[in-house]
Nanobody, 115 residues
Framework: QVQVVESGGGLVQTGGSLRLSCAAS????????MAWYRQAPGKQRELVAA???????NYADSVKGRFTISRDNTKNRVYLQMNSLKPEDTAVYYC?????????WGQGTLVTVSS
């Protein structure tokens, strides 16, 4: 079993920054990819950014150049640095840990960007 817990959400003005953190626990050796997803009101959950155990990353086009995902394998943590935030970034952000027979989700953390 792997558990993930997000933190760091909150209210920020347009153009501001936030840093989300996700801590994984349990059988973390099974984790390959860690990712951030988000779900805005009335919309489907979408991938924001992902990073694999080797450090390779990919981003949604809408956040490229503004968001940075990073990972500390020694602490089983993944981070999402969000800069130049826009109102359309408002959503619940979820951390996901994936691997062999593994698909663990956190409860989510709310990010609200005011205009």
């Amino acid at each position: 079993q792997v558990q993930v817990v997000e933190s760091g959400g909150g209210l920020v003005q347009t153009g501001g920054s936030l840093r989300l953190s996700c801590a994984a626990s349990g059988t973390t050796f099974r984790i390959n990819v860690m990712a951030w997803y988000r779900q805005a009101p009335g919309k489907q959950r979408e991938l924001v950014a992902a990073i694999n155990s080797g450090g390779s990353t990919n981003y949604a086009d809408s956040v490229k150049g503004r968001f940075t995902i990073s990972r500390d394998n020694t602490k089983n943590r993944v981070y999402l640095q969000m800069n130049s935030l826009k109102p359309e970034d408002t959503a619940v952000y979820y951390c996901n840990a994936g691997g062999y027979r593994l698909d663990a989700w956190g409860q989510g953390t709310l990010v609200t960007v005011s205009s």
